[in-house]
């Protein structure tokens, strides 16, 4: 089957990105259409947040943000974003900047922008892998069902991350058919995994503390499971980890147990400790420090008894503990992988890219936004709100020129 419109732009991908683009164009009275692999669109959106989808984060800007390239542009745009959300009739809820939607479910979300979506009459092509994109007067997209002709194209397809929600390597395709570079891919946002022996005693635990690898860190609850580490640090520095596995040259993880207090504090509060209670068991006069579990590991790794009483113990056995509390090791395999992942770093270079408009600088009329391209954010909301931004700088420019 042929379809026989002339579109003005057709989206490849009617995930977050392509679905905020399609309601920018058609409001302002572009013929539009979406093309996607799933049978529902937004299917993405359903899993984001735990179920909830967190949608945006108070604090926005281009520090929460890694590519290749520079980012400077990514400026505090959270009112716009807000406004926009509300504008689809979602009610926000706000929790320490994190912003959901009132429900707290996620496909609030994605009904709200396919009610939209129905609204303005975009054409969904829903069941619809594209495999190729071509350009001679006009630009084809091939799917697997149909051959659809646009003025221009927008690869809105994502990355490689969780591909049982629907990716495809298809925007990489594109970009490299119309000779544009590709930075390299890593699963980000994913837990880590490891061997090590540590794990037997710490799985099932969750602690607070500074996880650190190389020159990275990053500061929350961290989760030990049989098989690795995740939690919000470990998934905020998990980018790296996931390069290093490219180059075979993945590190150790280090956490601070006790990051909230310094060195010398440390020191000075167990040493205070002893004093008080001298018969105490180290185990008893170490509680409270931080979780429970890992003091016992801390203490069993620093080479000492658990039932050892305090004023057995020397400067370097305290010396011992500090060090394990605030400089514990844990070596790494890697991470989980993309299917586990919740986004995937590296992409379309942006250099190729017009990034006042996300046009491809050697292709007019062929734009990318989100994910796809070289730009991955922090946990909180900042990939979401890429795929906004990129979007929304992608249909000013659109409107501005049809
Ligand atoms: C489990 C999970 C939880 C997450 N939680 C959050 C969160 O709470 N907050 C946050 O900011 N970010 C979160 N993210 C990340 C966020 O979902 C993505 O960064 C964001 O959806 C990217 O938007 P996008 O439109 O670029 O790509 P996507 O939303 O992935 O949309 C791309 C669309 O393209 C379609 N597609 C791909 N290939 C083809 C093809 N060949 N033909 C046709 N269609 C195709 C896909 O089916 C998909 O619908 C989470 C991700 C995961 C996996």
């Known amino acids: 089957m042929t379809d026989k419109k002339l579109y003005d732009v057709c989206i490849i991908g009617a995930g977050y990105s392509g679905l905020v683009l399609a309601i920018k164009l058609a409001r302002a009275g572009l013929l539009v259409c979406l093309t996607d692999l799933n049978r529902i669109i937004g299917r993405r959106i359903l899993s984001t947040g735990n179920g909830r989808c967190n949608f945006l984060n108070s604090r926005m800007g281009n520090e929460y943000y890694y590519s290749n390239s520079k980012v400077d542009f990514i400026k505090d745009n959270h009112q716009d974003i807000l406004q926009f959300i509300k504008g689809l009739g979602v009610v926000e809820r706000e929790l320490d900047g994190y912003y959901y939607p009132i429900t707290n479910q996620a496909k609030t979300i994605r009904e709200a922008f396919e009610n939209e979506i129905e609204a303005l009459s975009v054409d969904v092509f829903l069941d619809n892998r594209v495999?190729?994109?071509?350009?001679?007067?006009?630009?084809?997209?091939?799917?697997?069902?149909?051959?659809?002709?646009?003025?221009?194209?927008?690869?809105?397809?994502?990355?490689?991350?969780?591909?049982?929600?629907?990716?495809?390597?298809?925007?990489?395709?594109?970009?490299?058919?119309?000779?544009?570079?590709?930075?390299?891919?890593?699963?980000?946002?994913?837990g880590a995994t490891s061997k090590d022996i540590c794990l037997k005693e710490l799985a099932g635990v969750r602690a607070l503390g500074k996880v650190f690898y190389k020159d990275n860190s990053c500061e929350g609850e961290i989760q030990f499971n049989k098989d690795g580490v995740s939690g919000y640090p470990v998934m905020c520095i998990s980018r790296f980890i996931g390069f290093d596995e490219l180059s075979k040259s993945v590190g150790n993880l280090t956490i601070d147990f006790t990051s909230y207090i310094s060195e010398d504090d440390l020191k000075a509060e167990i040493k205070k400790r002893f004093e008080n209670h001298p018969k105490q068991t180290i185990l008893k006069a170490l509680v409270g420090l931080c979780n429970e579990k890992v003091i016992e590991?801390?203490?069993?790794?620093?080479?000492i008894y658990g039932d050892t009483i305090v004023e057995k113990l020397d400067e370097e056995d305290i010396e011992n503990i500090i060090y394990n509390l605030k400089h514990f090791s844990i070596s790494l395999t890697g991470t989980k992988g993309f299917d586990s992942s919740q986004v995937t770093a590296g992409g379309v270079d942006l250099s190729d890219i017009d990034m006042t408009s996300m046009e491809a600088k050697l292709c007019p009329g062929l734009y990318f936004t989100g994910e796809v391209l070289d730009i991955d954010g922090i946990c909180g909301g900042y990939n979401l709100s890429w795929a906004y931004t990129s979007a929304d700088i992608a249909a000013r420019h659109i409107i501005n020129n049809h």
């Open 131 to 190: 495999t190729d994109v071509s350009k001679d007067e006009v630009f084809t997209v091939s799917t697997n069902r149909q051959q659809i002709n646009a003025k221009a194209v927008v690869v809105s397809s994502g990355g490689l991350s969780a591909a049982t929600l629907g990716s495809s390597k298809i925007g990489y395709k594109i970009a490299q058919k119309f000779g544009l570079k590709l930075t390299k891919l890593a699963p980000s946002l994913v």
């Open 297 to 303: 590991v801390v203490v069993s790794y620093s080479k």
